[in-house]
C-alpha cells in the first residue's frame, strides 16, 4: 500500500505476556517512529530510526520496551511482560529524512492494545 | 461504575462558521510545525505544515499562522463542516531533537 501499514490493528494480550507490533513505512522512507497514545490523551514519543544511525531511544519507558528496524525498511515494538498501564494505540509514523526539517511526517492507523 | 472521560479542551461551532484552534509550543529552537486532524479509531492525518521562516501558510480551506514572539500557533478553518470535526493536534520539530512533540489536543465539534 501507499501509506505506513502496522499489525495486527487490535491485540488483547493477558498480562504478563509479551507482544510484538510490526510497521512498515512508506517506501524509501528513512526516518521511523514510534508513539503511544492513551485514550483520550496526546500522543507519547517512544523512538525514532534514522536510516542506519543510532536510534533515539529516549521516550522508551522501561526497559521492557525494545524496538527494532531490520534491513532500514520495518520495525517491531516489543513490550515484554505486558502491564494493564501499557493498554494504549501504538502509532508508528515515518518520514522522507527526519534531519531534513521540514519533510512531512506520515502515521499509520495504529495497533490498539489491551491488557487484561 | 467509574468512567474515563475525554479531558480535551473543545471548540464547537455552527456548521458554515470560521474555526480557530489554538496550541501553545514550547521550544523556542523549534523550527517546523504541523497540525494532525485525528478522527476516532484513526491515526492522525496530516493537514498543513509551517517552517519557523514563515508566519503564514495557507492550504484548502485551513490557515496555519505562527508567532515565534509568543510561541503561538493557530490553524484556522474556513466554513466548517461537519466532517471536520476531529480531535487536532499541534507539533513541533526541530533544535536540538528530530522528535516531533504533540500539544494536547483540541476536539473541534461541529453544529449542523
Known amino acids: 500500500g501507499a501509506g505506513v501499514s502496522q499489525s495486527p490493528s487490535n491485540k488483547v494480550t493477558e498480562k504478563g505476556k509479551d507482544v510484538e507490533l510490526r510497521c512498515d513505512p512508506i517506501s524509501g522512507h528513512t526516518a521511523l517512529y514510534w508513539y503511544r497514545q492513551s485514550l483520550g490523551q496526546g500522543l507519547e514519543f517512544l523512538i525514532y530510526f534514522q536510516g542506519n544511525s543510532a536510534p533515539d531511544k529516549s521516550g522508551l519507558p522501561s526497559d521492557r520496551f525494545s524496538a527494532e528496524r531490520t534491513g532500514g525498511s520495518v520495525s517491531t515494538l516489543t513490550i515484554q511482560r505486558t502491564q494493564q498501564e501499557d493498554s494504549a494505540v501504538y502509532l508508528c509514523?515515518?518520514?522522507?529524512?527526519?534531519?531534513?526539517?521540514?519533510?512531512?511526517?506520515?502515521f499509520g492507523e495504529g495497533s490498539w492494545l489491551t491488557v487484561v | 461504575g467509574e468512567s474515563v472521560g475525554l479531558h480535551l479542551p473543545t471548540l464547537s461551532v455552527q456548521e458554515g462558521d470560521n474555526s480557530i484552534i489554538n496550541c501553545a509550543y514550547s521550544?523556542?529552537?523549534?523550527?517546523?510545525f504541523i497540525w494532525y486532524k485525528q478522527e476516532s479509531g484513526k491515526g492522525p492525518q496530516f493537514i498543513i505544515d509551517?517552517?519557523?521562516?514563515?508566519d503564514k501558510r495557507q492550504g484548502q480551506r485551513v490557515t496555519v499562522l505562527l508567532n515565534k514572539t509568543v510561541k503561538h500557533l493557530s490553524l484556522q478553518i474556513a466554513a466548517t463542516q461537519p466532517g471536520d470535526s476531529a480531535v487536532y493536534f499541534c507539533a513541533e520539530k526541530g533544535g536540538a531533537t528530530n522528535k516531533l512533540i504533540f500539544g494536547t489536543g483540541t476536539l473541534l465539534a461541529v453544529q449542523p
Open positions: 509551517i517552517r519557523s521562516n514563515m
Open positions: 521550544n523556542s529552537a523549534s523550527d517546523y
Open positions: 509514523a515515518s518520514s522522507p529524512d527526519v534531519r531534513n526539517s521540514g519533510n512531512t511526517i506520515y
